[in-house]
């Protein structure tokens, strides 16, 4: 079993910052990479930001205004927003390609989501 807990959303003015963190318990053997998705109402889930193998890629929509990152040693995603814009507003989802122990290939995992709203 594996357990993905992400914290840090919330309701923040344009302009502002949040920053998202996503941590994975359980019977972690690797992590190929990890990822930050999000889901406007009425939207299709879209990537916002990944990282692994050494690179990172970003949606143009969030370019220069968010990072990505990771902390190994904790299995801990993380996403800072800055310059936050109303359309920004979305549940964010973290997603974690992993193999757990004794399994023969990756899955994905994902968090439970966070909901980020920007007021205008």
């Known amino acids: 079993q594996v357990q993905l807990v992400e914290s840090g959303g919330g309701l923040v003015q344009a302009g502002g910052s949040l920053r998202l963190s996503c941590a994975a318990s359980?019977?972690?053997?690797?992590?190929?990479?990890m990822g930050w998705y999000r889901q406007a109402p009425g939207k299709q889930r879209e990537l916002v930001a990944g990282?692994?193998?050494?690179?990172?890629n970003y949606a143009d929509s969030v370019k220069g205004r968010f990072t990505i990152s990771r902390d190994s040693a904790k299995n801990t995603v993380y996403l800072q927003m800055n310059s936050l814009k109303p359309e920004d507003t979305a549940v964010y989802y973290c997603?974690?390609?992993?193999?757990?122990?004794?399994?023969?290939?990756?899955?994905?995992?994902w968090g439970q989501g966070t909901q980020v709203t920007v007021s205008s």
């Open positions: 990282i692994g193998g050494g690179s990172t």
């Open positions: 359980g019977n972690i053997f690797s992590i190929n990479a």
């Open positions: 997603n974690f390609r992993l193999l757990e122990r004794g399994a023969w290939s990756v899955r994905d995992a």
